[in-house]
Each structure stands twice: as structure tokens, then as C-alpha cells.
């Protein structure tokens, strides 16, 4: 190996193309096409995802959590696969129905609704609700013999990057007192659920779930138990490597075989879905030298696109659309967001090569509470969805 090639093979490895799955001359096609900053939704990404996950999870029902990304096309991509859908609020009801799905097909699983929002969701089919308090039972007394209730338990798990039991559930020890209430009042108990985290980086915590439920539901054998709802966790790679899927899941059908028969089981997956589904193509509007370090300002930022990162803490994978092979020497620089607040930092320690105003940049993995937990601070508009069958060069996707 000469001296050029170890050079660079060197840099590769130490600044790794985040793009080389991509086909860069479609990207640039679409930069010609629309004006930055937007986001570029890759339906066949959907496709890959949700069948992926369905096959590491065999026999489990999916239930897409919207509130991870709610574009139409995403859900109507997702109804074809044949997915079940998650909602929590009226919005999202009303948004599932305006696109044909049905009230059997879902699951409302936010454990504190407004009277109302039980009304709205009956009033479009769905009759499966979540609680996970005393309160929250008894405003369904009066909906006796109308719905089937499943009951949330909490597993807190320090593996998980957002800890999904801290605000909702209720310890094992609550749940016989919680089924005395319901069937003290003829309301019907089915099934239990739990969340153990967003991004889960271990399955651990939630197969011990699992077995802590089934355990559960064999000692309140007065419940004609139906379900089992195990909630998501279920991870993607950002700047970190996680389990392959298959890998994760493995844990989690081994204690889903203990499982009594006749229980059905259901998950509810959103990021795994929709993050590595969508991208972000921004663009450099201004640059500065700032002591030892350049700054460069994007045309978007963590009020924008990237608040994922203030309110997911997420990192996402950020590179030139230029072709690696015409990068220069990566210098230490901040990417910072377009807006007069100093908190909008994109990224503060990232090398990268000389850039100048015009240059684009690609954010990847940028599905998931994004777009969704965006605003418009400053005035500055939401990027724009642009929806695409595929933007993967079919040389490399392989790889």
C-alpha cells in the first residue's frame, strides 16, 4: 500500500462518509429542485424499516406511535404494510381518519385524556384505552361495557435515552387495586402495557418487563387477559453503534414464549420507523473565524429541524454533499442555526473541511421528533417535506 492510499485511508476512517449509501447526483438534483432548508421523506426507507422490525418481532402487532412523525404519506405508506397506529390526542385521531383508517385499527394509549378525547376516540371506533391510575379508571365508569382497558406499568430503565416511566405508569404492587375498581364497576380489564424508554440501548429491561408481565397475569387469573402491549424502545444508530434488530428482539420473543396462549401482543415502534427515513438538507448562509475555530451558519437549527436535539437528545449524523474524494483538510468548526438565539447551535466540536456560503450539508436519521417538535422561532418557517420513493444508490445499498 503506498504512502497516498494509507493517507487516505486514514482519513476515512477518521472522518467516515456519512453519505455513501447515498446517490449524491439525486441529492444535488433535488437541492436544484427546492430551496433549503427542507427535509426529504424516502418512502422505500418506511417500507424497509417496518418489515424489518416485523421480522424480528414475528406475530407481534405494530401500532406506529404518530407523535414520532405524522406526515400523511408516511401513514398511508404504513396502512399498505398493513400497521396498526398508536394515537394519544384528538389531532391525531382526526388526521388517521382522514385517511381511512379505521377505529379497530388503532390504540389510544395517552394514561390522562379530557373526557372529550375518550368521546372523540369512541366516537371514531377506537374502544382500547390505556390508564394507569385510580383517577383515570373511574372517569371510565361510565363508559362500562363500551371499552377495554389496558393497564400501564411502569420499568424504569437507565439504558433508555428518554425514560418513558418516569411520567407514566403505575408500580405492580397498584395493579390488583386498580382491576378491584374496574370490575368493582363492570368496566373490562384486557391487557397490560409498559414503555421502558425511547432509544433503548440494551434489551434487557424490557424482556425483564415482559416476564414481570406474564408473571403478573398469571397471579390475576380473575382477568380475561388479552393483550400485551411492550411498548417501543427499539433503537437506530445516530452518531453511537446499536444492536441490529434481530440482535435486540432476540431477548424479547424468548420471554414473549412464556406468555400465556391466546395473548396477543402488540409494540408500538415510532423512531425506529421514521428516523432513518428522513433527512435534511440545509445550506451554509454565513461564516466566521472565531478564534481557533470557524463557525458556520446553517439555514436551519434547533428550533427548527434539528430541535431533536434539545428535546430527544439526539445527534445526528451531518456531512458536505460534496464527494468525499473532493473534501480538504477537516478543520475543528461549529455549525450553528440561523436564528438570534445563541442556545441554536447545531454542533459545537465537529471537524470539517473549508466550506464556503452556498455549500450544502446533509443531516441523517432525522425522522424522528424533528420536523414533529419543530417551530417557528424568529419567524423562521418549518423546513418543508419532500417526499421521494428512494434516494439510495442502488451500487452501495447493499454495503
Not at 272 to 294: D, L, Q
Not at 366 to 390: H, Q
Request: aromatic share 10%; glycine share 6%; hydrophobic share 40%.
Amino acid at each position: 500500500m503506498d504512502k497516498q492510499t494509507i493517507i487516505e485511508s486514514f482519513a476515512e476512517q477518521s472522518h467516515p462518509d456519512v453519505l455513501q449509501m447515498f446517490d449524491r447526483s439525486s441529492l444535488e438534483e433535488l437541492v436544484a429542485k427546492h430551496e433549503t432548508p427542507f427535509m426529504v421523506l424516502d418512502l422505500s426507507e418506511i417500507d424497509y424499516q417496518y418489515k424489518s422490525l416485523q421480522a424480528a418481532l414475528p406475530g407481534v402487532k405494530l401500532f406506529y406511535a404518530l407523535k414520532a412523525l405524522s406526515h400523511p404519506e408516511l401513514i398511508k405508506r404504513l396502512k399498505s404494510l398493513g400497521s396498526n397506529f398508536d394515537l394519544a390526542t384528538i389531532g391525531e385521531v382526526e388526521l388517521v381518519e382522514s385517511l381511512g383508517i379505521k377505529g379497530d385499527q388503532c390504540i389510544h394509549t395517552h394514561p390522562i385524556k379530557k373526557d372529550k378525547e375518550i368521546q372523540r376516540a369512541l366516537d371514531f371506533g377506537c374502544n382500547r384505552f390505556v390508564v394507569d391510575n385510580m383517577a383515570e379508571m373511574k372517569k371510565f365508569i361510565k363508559y362500562a361495557g363500551k371499552v377495554e382497558l389496558i393497564i400501564r406499568v411502569s420499568f424504569r430503565s437507565k439504558q433508555a435515552v428518554v425514560d418513558l416511566s418516569r411520567k407514566f405508569g403505575c408500580a405492580l404492587e397498584e395493579l390488583p387495586q386498580l382491576v378491584e375498581l374496574a370490575q368493582k364497576n363492570g368496566i373490562e380489564v384486557v391487557g397490560l402495557s409498559f414503555h421502558v424508554g425511547s432509544q433503548s440501548l440494551s434489551p434487557m429491561t424490557q424482556s425483564n418487563a415482559i416476564r414481570a408481565s406474564v408473571a403478573a397475569m398469571k397471579v390475576m387469573n380473575s382477568v380475561n387477559w388479552k393483550f400485551l402491549d411492550i411498548g417501543g424502545s427499539f433503537p437506530v444508530s445516530y452518531q453511537e453503534t446499536v444492536l441490529p434488530i434481530d440482535d435486540f428482539c432476540a431477548p424479547l420473543m424468548e420471554a414473549l414464549s412464556e406468555l400465556p396462549e391466546g395473548i396477543e401482543v402488540f409494540a408500538e415502534p415510532g423512531r425506529f420507523i421514521s428516523a432513518p427515513s428522513m433527512i435534511e438538507v440545509v445550506s451554509v448562509v454565513g461564516k466566521a473565524k472565531r478564534g481557533a475555530r470557524t463557525w458556520y451558519y446553517l439555514d436551519d437549527g434547533v428550533y427548527g429541524g434539528f430541535s431533536g436535539q434539545m428535546f430527544d437528545h439526539a445527534s445526528y449524523p451531518l456531512a458536505p454533499l460534496k464527494p468525499f474524494d473532493a473534501l480538504g483538510e477537516f478543520l475543528p468548526s461549529v455549525l450553528a442555526g440561523p436564528t438570534c438565539d445563541s442556545i441554536d447551535v447545531v454542533a459545537e466540536d465537529i471537524e470539517l473541511p473549508e466550506m464556503q456560503i452556498g455549500d450544502i450539508l446533509i443531516g441523517k436519521q432525522m425522522g424522528a421528533y424533528t420536523i414533529a417538535s419543530a417551530t417557528e422561532f424568529n419567524y423562521y418557517p418549518k423546513p418543508k417535506v419532500v417526499v421521494v420513493e428512494d434516494i439510495f444508490d442502488p451500487e452501495t445499498e447493499a454495503l
